[in-house]
């Protein structure tokens, strides 16, 4: 090799070794950055990927879950595919989260109970005893989640389930109380005392059923044409004790007192000694014989005796 030509190559070599690389294509880290399938790719990460965007970068994380990865490592990969990160923003991990089908106790709860209704035959108030669990699964998973086994004690309310979130998963362990519940008819608003109940005061809640006084009223013929002995608060079961039949005769109130007996009828001025319901047993006062006797209130301002022998003192 001539002197010349030696020297040629040398320049040659230095030129190619010297010369800065090829730029690839400029791209940005997307903002939250997140895979749905099993593994994270660079159309995952970056924007404007093009062909690369299916090259796999690393496995995903449960789904539902996040992990990070080193950005040595990612600018290395885009690199290799020629794609241009420069972490302008000077990101220092990269975080991937995996979506997902998510499942929360909501749905769980209504589940159980669903079942535990085929089994029992009755509704059952369910409690998880992790009322902020959520299951999640791929979302290219199938099937919605399952029952896969439960147990129930009746005497104590525990319950025990396994669940599978998808077809073809894993199950999870639940666990929780279950307690039976009753319909019990309610107030639908607050009523004053005095306030005499009709019909569109009353709804329908369900109620657990240990938690129900045995003087609870269940049958709402048992509140509506009644009064309220108090202000009342609504979505609360009743007692008798809360109500009355509406006052049909006052304490002090001038009424007409009247006798009856086979052939005779006879009618007095009286004053009841009580408050008193129509079809109620009250005291009142015979004002011309200043006698008092026990009438049937007969409606407002009426009050009725019948024959017996304790009515010789009418």
Wanted: glycine share 8%.
């Amino acid at each position: 090799m001539t002197r010349q030509s030696f020297f040629a190559l040398a320049c040659l070599t230095t030129a190619l070794v010297t010369a800065p690389a090829v730029a690839g294509e400029t791209v940005v880290l997307r903002e939250n950055p997140s895979a749905e399938g099993s593994h994270i790719t660079l159309g995952d990460l970056f924007t404007s990927a093009g062909a690369s965007a299916d090259v796999v970068v690393a496995r995903a994380p449960a789904p539902g879950s996040r992990t990070s990865l080193d950005v040595s490592y990612v600018q290395h990969i885009a690199a290799e595919h020629d794609l241009d990160w420069a972490n302008a923003a000077g990101v220092r991990r990269v975080t991937v989260a995996r979506a997902s089908r998510t499942v929360d106790a909501d749905m769980l709860t209504d589940m159980l109970e669903g079942e535990l209704f085929a089994r029992e035959g009755s509704v059952h108030d369910v409690q998880l005893a992790n009322s902020g669990l959520v299951l999640h699964a791929p979302v290219e998973s199938v099937g919605g989640p399952q029952i896969v086994s439960l147990n129930y004690d009746i005497r104590s309310g525990l319950l025990s389930a396994e669940v599978a979130p998808y077809d073809g998963a894993d199950t999870v362990r639940l666990t929780g109380r279950a307690y039976a519940t009753v319909d019990v008819p309610v107030l639908a608003r607050a009523i004053p005392a005095g306030t005499e109940i009709t019909g569109s005061d009353v709804e329908w809640v369900s109620h657990r059923a240990d938690r129900l006084r045995p003087d609870a009223i269940l049958d709402p013929s048992d509140l509506i044409g009644f009064e309220t002995r108090r202000t009342l608060r609504p979505g609360e079961p009743l007692r008798s004790y809360d109500l009355q039949r509406p006052v049909a005769v006052e304490r002090g109130e001038l009424i007409t007192l009247l006798f009856e007996a086979p052939g005779i009828q006879l009618s007095v001025r009286a004053r009841a000694l009580e408050d008193a319901a129509d079809g109620e047993m009250a005291r009142f006062v015979n004002l011309q014989s200043n006698r008092t006797v026990e009438a049937l209130v007969d409606g407002p301002g009426r009050a009725r005796v019948g024959f017996s022998p304790s009515a010789t003192s009418f």
